[in-house]
């Protein structure tokens, strides 16, 4: 079955960097992109951006411009998502999630969902 | 960016009833609209892609309506393993975004 296991939790100073693995077990298991998303009490689920490991291509949310850097390793199947500058507000599980396209016709248009999500990883901003 | 607000942001319920959770859009998404549940601990889990569609393995008693700026989630009759948050969210463009979820809870 498909699964995604992440890096484990963890505690960053303000003004570092952090930098989450998300491994894919099974071969060809990144076919499209790989989203992350993160978790905050104070601003529920936030979407953050999506890689296509094959290509490298990113797409990312204006918010973390800058900031966040996804990349892949196709040849052991995982993908990074790096974060800097953190500060307390960046305090948050942070998820990635696969990327699944529908069809709901043969001819149809596609859909896009996230279907098999990473367990997340914890990662607390404290000095 | 694409506003989505649900309602209501809590409620409580009991096994066997009759649950619909409602997700506005702040401008139409069509049917570019995906349901999640997720539980303490844990992470989402789809349950219902494209507004109506369900997802492989997720009990029929969950069904999905809408287009345009208005949709909803049901559960036919609400089991104990369904108490948890439901989120909605949209990928009709970038950058996805989703409500800020429903928690369902035992009265």
């Known amino acids: 079955q498909a699964q995604l296991v992440q890096s484990g939790a963890e505690v960053k100073k303000p003004g570092t960097s952090v930098k989450v693995s998300c491994k894919a077990s099974?071969?060809?298991?990144?076919?499209?992109?790989v989203h992350w998303v993160r978790q905050t009490p104070g601003q529920g689920l936030e979407w953050m951006g999506r890689?296509?490991?094959?290509?490298?291509?990113?797409n990312y949310a204006q918010k973390f411009q800058g900031r966040v850097t996804m990349t892949g390793d196709t040849s052991i199947n995982t993908v990074y998502m790096e974060l800097t500058r953190l500060t307390s507000d960046d305090t948050a599980i942070y998820f990635c999630?696969?990327?699944?396209?529908?069809?709901?016709?043969?001819?149809?248009?596609?859909?896009?969902?996230?279907?098999?999500w990473g367990q997340g990883t914890t990662v607390t901003v404290s000095s | 960016d694409i506003q989505m607000t649900q309602s209501p942001s809590s409620l409580s319920a009991s096994v066997g009833d009759r649950v619909t959770i409602t997700c506005r859009a702040s401008?139409?998404?069509?049917?570019?609209l995906n349901w999640y549940q997720q539980k303490p601990g844990k992470a989402p889990k789809l349950l219902i892609y494209?507004?109506?569609s369900l997802q492989s393995g997720v009990p029929s008693r969950f069904s999905g309506g809408g287009s345009g700026t208005d949709f909803t989630l049901t559960i036919s009759s609400l089991q104990p393993e369904d108490f948890a948050t439901f989120y909605c969210?949209?990928?009709?463009?970038?950058?996805?975004?989703f409500g800020q979820g429903t928690k369902v809870e035992i009265k």
């Open positions: 099974g071969n060809s298991f990144f076919v499209n992109y």
């Open positions: 969210q949209q990928s009709y463009s970038s950058p996805w975004t």
């Open positions: 401008q139409n998404i069509n049917t570019y």
């Open positions: 494209a507004a109506s």
């Open positions: 999630a696969r990327d699944k396209r529908f069809r709901l016709t043969v001819a149809g248009t596609f859909y896009y969902a996230m279907d098999v």
């Open positions: 890689i296509n490991p094959n290509s490298g291509d990113t």
